[in-house]
């Protein structure tokens, strides 16, 4: 199947610093990736949707401004947190359809996010 | 509102036993189904996926039930296994629109 990565795989930063987030999809090309976020024990949560040269889609209640998302090419996606607080430490995964097969999801594995 | 509901919330299997996994959806126009499987630290991985113009699709020993009329599809794990042990998440969606249930931790105890 095709294969999804992230870096990094997990992260520990001090309270108002910048996290940047890579999702790549190694031998495919994803026009569009998706970004969730998963608490302990939780479901995913889609924060919102990344669109290769055009902006991103955001879920209600995501703040576009804190999670700013870049799709600059075909195969790479950047989700930065910007100013992270405790509450943004969470697990962030992307996920990306191969082409023409929406139904097809493969998923990255994941970045562990712990602000302190 | 929940799009997909998911039960249990966690299951205790005997190694050997069978586990079934429950998922009820909402919207008819759903048109595939997939079961993910996540161990603890990683992202999902597709486990199995049905459409619903089947009744039952199995790979191994993993079995989708799909109930089109009840809008219910439920994952077997026949023989369940410790290494079996994870959560699984079923799933439904339409074009680029994709809904979780809340997932269940399965354990399998030897």
């Known amino acids: 199947g095709a294969v999804v990565s992230q870096h990094p795989s997990w992260v520990i930063c001090k309270s108002g610093t910048s996290v940047k987030i890579e999702c790549r999809s190694l031998d495919f090309q994803a026009t569009t990736m998706f970004w969730y976020r998963q608490f302990p024990k939780q479901s995913l949560m889609l924060m919102a949707t990344s669109n290769e040269g055009s902006k991103a889609t955001y879920e209600q209640g995501v703040e576009k401004d804190k999670f700013l998302i870049n799709h600059a090419s075909l195969t790479l996606s950047t989700l930065t947190v910007t100013s992270a607080h405790p509450e943004d430490s969470s697990f962030y995964i992307c996920?990306?359809?191969?082409?023409?097969?929406?139904?097809?999801?493969?998923f990255g594995p994941g970045t562990r996010l712990t602000v302190l | 509102q929940q799009q997909v509901k998911q039960s249990p919330q966690s299951l205790i299997v005997q190694k050997g036993g069978i586990s079934i996994i429950n998922c009820a959806y909402e919207?008819?126009?759903?048109?595939?189904f997939p079961w993910y499987q996540q161990f603890p630290g990683k992202g999902p991985a597709l486990l199995i996926a049905i459409r619903p113009d089947v009744s039952e699709k199995k790979e191994g020993r993993f079995t989708i039930s799909f109930n089109k009329s009840a809008k219910q599809f439920s994952l077997h794990i026949m023989d369940s296994q410790p290494g079996d042990s994870a959560t699984y998440f079923c799933a439904a969606s339409k074009g680029n629109q994709f809904y979780f249930g809340t997932g269940t931790s399965l354990t399998v105890i030897p």
């Open positions: 919207n008819t126009a759903f048109d595939y």
């Open positions: 996920s990306a359809p191969t082409s023409g097969n929406w139904n097809t999801q493969y």
